[in-house]
């Protein structure tokens, strides 16, 4: 449908990028990224309007997302060089600004292109050898300066390579090493590192691009009191199993699993030091915050539920106004089995537990609602929690009396 648009106001545009990367590759992408040679607010507009879709423009960038009932979301760019071009020029027939365009990006596999519109729909448009490196699981950048350009692509590759299982290419990895011996992290805004470092911890195993990092010393780098050992490998490990259980677990409860990744990854590290990488990073306050709290106040309430042995319905009490990240990352820190399952129980079945009994039966035995009221239900709970009743009528009326 795009490149129906496209082609009756004769615009080239493409799909490009990490889609045709995984469409080759076969994993899922809602991701599409057009490039137009032309003004692509334009072209979004159209496309917009024929399928009855959102729009969103950015006039500054000439950019725009279109966002499809299905979970896809798809994004207009101008390809940079047409932007300026004469009012009234003939449409480009060379492909120069989509090669400039394409030239800009991090790695050849990033770099494939299929033509929208025209006779030529579905032709394959491949500058850099994208196709070749996608079939011999290479990682390669297009340029000796690319680290250089830009440092955040040294965490970039490691990311791709372990998520495709490809092989950082002999002379990448060359200047990789080199980029990083260089210490040009420095040479960036905090911000985009930290950007990369979350999508890193929104991969499915985030532990082996640590190790990966760890093996080109990119952890030194970020700060040289880093420590990355058995310890923190197993931390992570098993965060990797509870967000797995929870994302299969639960639809309704939400949890940003990333920033449990990112406190396990900053907790070894003097207090001054974290400080000073979330001030770096410009991590936002809310996220700088709860990352704090995880480390901090997740260790004593790990130290206090290790040590103590409390009932259900003390846990529950110690746990309730707990944030859902909290009681995941206190799961995942502890190495005690029984304490993990307690807690996973408690996210699963306690903090959702709903008596049978409401306030109407507590009304229809004589009981004037207020704050009594409350409290017999709390206590309830608290019993029904601990495995003390059968039926709950027959504990009301105890509790009553
Ligand atoms: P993912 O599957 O993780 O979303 P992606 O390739 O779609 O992977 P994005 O971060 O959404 O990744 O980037 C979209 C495209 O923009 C990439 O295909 C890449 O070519 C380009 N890109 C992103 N970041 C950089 C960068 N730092 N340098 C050069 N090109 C980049």
Known sequence: KVGEVATEKGINAYVIGGFVRDLIIGRKNLDVDIVVEGD?????????????????????????TVTLSDGFKIDFASARTEIYRAPGALPEVDTAPLKKDLFRRDFTINTLAVKLNGREFGKLIDFFNGLKDIKEKKIRVLHALSFVEDPTRILRALRFAVRYRFNIGKHTEKLLKIAV????????EGKRVYLELKHIFEE??????????????????????????????????????IVNWHKLTFNKHKANYSILYFAAFLESLPADEVDRLLKDFSVPDDEANLIKNLIYRGRQLAVKLERESFSNSELYEILKREKEEMVLYVAARTTKEDLKHRLLEYLKEWRDLKLVITG????????????????????????????????EYDALEEEVK
Not at 376 to 391: A, P, Q, S
């Open 40 to 64: 692509a607010t334009e072209l979004a507009r159209a496309f917009a309007k024929k399928i009855m879709g959102k729009v969103h423009i950015f006039d500054k960038f000439k950019t725009a």
């Open 181 to 188: 011996r260089k210490n040009l992290f420095r040479t960036v």
């Open 360 to 391: 109407n039966d507590l009304k229809e035995m004589g009981l004037k609602p207020g704050p009594l009221f409350k409290k017999i239900l709390t206590e309830l709970k608290h019993r029904v929690l601990d495995g003390k009743v059968d039926n």
């Open 204 to 241: 499915d195993n985030p532990l082996r691009i640590v190790n990966r990092m760890e093996e080109y010393g990119i952890l030194k780098a970020f700060s040289p009191r880093f420590i990355w050992n058995r310890k923190k490998r197993d931390f992570f490990e098993r965060i990797r199993k």
